[in-house]
Each structure stands twice: as C-alpha cells, then as structure tokens.
Nanobody, 113 residues
Framework: VRLVESGGGLVQPGGSLRLSCAAS????????MSWYRQGPGKARELVVS????????IYADSVKGRFAISRDNSKNTVYLQMNSLNSEDTAVYYC???????WGQGTQVTVSS
C-alpha cells in the first residue's frame, strides 16, 4: 500500500486549499478512506472519512460545512477541499486506509497571515 499526499502549503485565514492523496497497491474502490490531521502539540485526529462503495461521509464537527472529501475511483485518488481555513486548521494532514492501517507521509498545511 502506498499513499502520497500533496497540495499542502501556506494559506491566509479564510483561504482554501485542495489536498490530494494518490493511492496504489490495493483495490482502492473497495476501501473506506480517511483524512487525519495533527496540529502542533496535539494528538492526531480524524477529519473525515468516505465509504468506498456508498460514498457516505463522516466529518469532524470542527470542519463540517468548510471541508469536503471526494474520491475518484478511476484515478485511485481521494481529495480534501478545505475552505474558510483558520489558524486552528494548521496541521500535518495524513491520508489513511482504516482497514489496512496504512498512512501517507503527510502534507503540511499552515494557515497564517
């Protein structure tokens, strides 16, 4: 299993970013995918998950209405659209396959003016 995140960077408060996670080494469409994040001095936390077959999503309360997960099973890629970013969203964002216990290397998102 290989997960490669991209799309992180520095953004001003109120801005947007789109993260991508390219997956390989498993049958992508059959698996739930998740995004986690770990802020400075904080524990890693679940941001959102998406079911592999139904597309059903579960969001953390802190990102509801601002973040949107999507997946393209033809490209083996899961995305995280992040809008209305604030300083509390500063973290390393990780892609995860819950059933496989697999993690990407993470991509840094910094929200600062």
């Amino acid at each position: 299993v290989r997960l490669v995140e991209s799309g992180g960077g520095l953004v001003q408060p109120g801005g947007s970013l789109r993260l991508s996670c390219a997956a390989s080494g498993f049958t992508f469409s059959a698996y739930d995918m998740s995004w986690y994040r770990q802020g400075p001095g904080k524990a890693r936390e679940l941001v959102v998950s998406i079911n592999g077959l139904s597309g059903r999503t579960i969001y953390a309360d802190s990102v509801k209405g601002r973040f949107a997960i999507s997946r393209d099973n033809s490209k083996n890629t899961v995305y995280l659209q992040m809008n209305s970013l604030n300083s509390e969203d500063t973290a390393v964002y990780y892609c995860n396959v819950p059933a496989r216990g697999s993690w990407g290397q993470g991509t840094q998102v910094t929200v600062s003016s």
